[in-house]
């Protein structure tokens, strides 16, 4: 049973730049969010996708946008980088739910921004 | 807005001893979920343990234990007979009812890295 994968596995960019980033969720999943965790620091909430639409979104500029495709695999894009984008993005993966719906998360992708 | 608090920056613990790691919370909500997770070097967050605001029996899972004490708005992690391979970041996680707005999200603590000792 093949668990949440991200890619690509690091990434160097430079500021003024943008950057998509993917996501495969665990299979019998169908909601997807997106974490940013800067170094030593607990995740953050970026978003939320679910039936392909944005269902919930944390204090994130409009820089960041997402998409989710029908087979429930999600984008993270993010426009004109800064250095503090420079971070682990981490996704998570769920099935929706009404009770305990407990996150399970990919590996992260490691983004540096020079 | 809901708070998670993790005071101890960094614990040391030796091999088979149990250890605990503390967290508490914030929240004006009545039925919220607890999780913890354990972040190793590699990045990835796993997922170890979940307790619910209204379950009444501490959760268990294998090693792991959540130590829930809803008046003192704790969930600590206790993590019996400890092994080298659970030196890792542990973070605690608080995710609000699901009639909330806010929902869908996890809000972390700032973490414990725990280092397990030969």
């Known amino acids: 049973d093949a668990g949440v994968t991200q890619s690509p596995t690091h990434l160097i960019k430079t500021r003024g730049q943008q950057v998509t980033l993917r996501c495969s969720p665990k299979s019998g999943h169908d909601t997807v969010s997106w974490y940013q965790q800067a170094l030593g620091q607990g995740p953050q909430f970026i978003f939320q996708?679910?039936?392909?639409?944005?269902?919930q979104r944390g204090n994130f500029p409009d820089r960041f946008s997402g998409h989710q495709f029908p087979n429930y695999s999600s984008e993270l894009n993010v426009n004109a980088l800064l250095l503090g984008d420079s971070a682990l993005y981490l996704c998570?993966?769920?099935?929706?739910?009404?009770?305990?719906?407990?996150?399970?998360f990919g590996p992260g992708t490691r983004l540096l921004v020079l | 807005a809901q708070k998670i608090t993790q005071t101890q920056p960094g614990m040391f613990v030796q091999e088979k001893e149990a250890v605990t790691l503390d967290c508490t919370y914030d929240t004006s909500d009545q039925s919220y979920g607890l999780f913890w997770y354990k972040q190793p070097s590699s990045g990835e967050m796993i997922f170890l343990i979940y307790?619910?605001?209204?379950?009444?029996q501490n959760a268990t899972e294998g090693r792991y234990s959540l130590n829930f004490q809803k008046a003192r708005k704790s969930a600590n992690l206790v993590i019996s007979a400890s092994q080298l391979g659970d030196s890792a970041m542990y973070f605690c996680?608080?995710?609000?009812?699901?009639?909330?707005?806010?929902?869908?999200?996890?809000?972390f603590g700032s973490g414990t890295q725990l280092t397990v000792l030969p």
């Open positions: 996680a608080m995710r609000r009812p699901i009639s909330s707005g806010s929902a869908r999200q996890l809000t």
């Open positions: 998570a993966s769920s099935q929706d739910g009404w009770y305990q719906e407990t996150q399970y």
């Open positions: 307790q619910g605001s209204y379950d009444e």
């Open positions: 996708y679910y039936e392909e639409e944005e269902r």
